[in-house]
C-alpha cells in the first residue's frame, strides 16, 4: 500500500518562500509509470492542482502559479517537494501531495495533508 | 483552462435515498473524468477513474457514466457514511481542474 506523507513549516511570513516535501513509502518513486503532484485546497474551498513532476524529473504547472513554483523530486530519498516562491495570504491553504496515473491523470494516492498559513 | 461546473452545490437526503450529481465540462474531454469523496479534515479519495471505473475497494452502489462533457455520480442507496463532499475532475489537458464540490448532508 503506497503512502505519501507531507512535512513542512505551517507557517511561513509573507514575500518568503514556502517549501514542502512529500515522502513516499510502500513503492518508489522511480518504480513506475506515475506523476507526483502537489495539490492545494484554500479554507473551506475546492481543490487547486498546482503541478506535478515524474522521477525523471519532467515536470508540468499550472499557469497561475507557474512562475513561482518549483518541484523536485530525490529518488534517492523516495521524496519529491514542492517550493512556492514570493508567498502572499492567498496562498494559505492546505497542501496535499499526490500519486497521479499517467496515463489517465487521476490521484489515486493523497497525503494527508499539511496546513500552511501565510502571516507575518 | 477547462472549467467543471458540478450540480447541486448541496444536497440533503435520507439513507437509502438514490443520489445523482452531475458534472459539466467546459469542452469536450472524453472519458477524462474522475470522481473523489472528501470528509471534514481528509484527503480526498479516488472513487471512480475514466468515467465510470469504479476503484477497487469502492462499494459498488457508487457509479458513473458520462463522456464528452457530461457526466453524472450516482449512489443507488445512500449510506452513513457516503455524507461527505463530491469532487469531480478533469484530466483531459492540464491544469488538471476540479469541479467546487457537492456537499452531500444528511436530511
Known amino acids: 500500500q503506497v503512502q505519501l506523507q507531507e512535512s513542512g513549516p505551517g507557517l511561513v511570513k509573507p514575500s518568503q518562500t514556502l517549501s514542502l516535501t512529500c515522502t513516499v513509502s510502500?513503492?518508489?518513486?522511480?518504480?513506475?509509470?506515475?506523476?507526483w503532484s502537489w495539490i492545494r485546497q484554500h479554507p473551506g474551498k475546492g481543490l487547486e492542482w498546482i503541478g506535478f513532476?515524474?522521477?525523471?524529473?519532467?515536470?508540468d504547472f499550472t499557469p497561475s502559479l507557474r512562475s513561482r513554483v518549483t518541484i523536485l523530486v530525490d529518488t534517492s530519498n523516495n521524496q519529491f517537494s514542492l517550493k512556492l516562491s514570493s508567498v502572499t495570504a492567498a496562498d494559505t491553504a492546505v497542501y496535499f501531495c499526490?500519486?497521479?496515473?499517467?496515463?489517465?491523470?487521476?490521484?489515486?494516492?493523497w497525503g494527508q495533508g499539511t496546513p500552511v498559513t501565510v502571516s507575518s | 483552462d477547462i472549467q467543471m461546473t458540478q450540480s447541486p452545490s448541496s444536497l440533503s437526503a435520507s439513507v437509502g435515498d438514490r443520489v445523482t450529481i452531475t458534472c459539466r465540462a467546459s469542452?469536450?474531454?472524453?472519458?477524462?473524468l474522475n470522481w473523489y469523496q472528501q470528509k471534514p479534515g481528509k484527503a480526498p479519495n479516488l472513487l471512480i477513474s475514466?468515467?465510470?471505473s469504479l476503484q477497487s475497494g469502492v462499494p459498488s452502489r457508487f457509479s458513473g457514466s458520462g463522456s464528452g462533457t457530461d457526466f453524472t455520480l450516482t449512489i443507488s442507496s445512500l449510506q452513513p457514511e457516503d455524507f461527505a463532499t463530491y469532487y469531480c475532475?478533469?484530466?483531459?489537458?492540464?491544469?488538471?481542474?476540479f469541479g467546487l464540490g457537492t456537499n452531500l448532508e444528511i436530511k
Open positions: 475514466a468515467a465510470s
Open positions: 475532475q478533469q484530466s483531459y489537458s492540464a491544469p488538471y481542474t
Open positions: 510502500g513503492g518508489f518513486i522511480s518504480s513506475g509509470d506515475y506523476y
Open positions: 499526490a500519486r497521479t496515473n499517467s496515463g489517465w491523470y487521476f490521484f489515486d494516492y
Open positions: 469542452q469536450h474531454i472524453s472519458r477524462y
Open positions: 513532476i515524474s522521477y525523471r524529473g519532467n515536470t
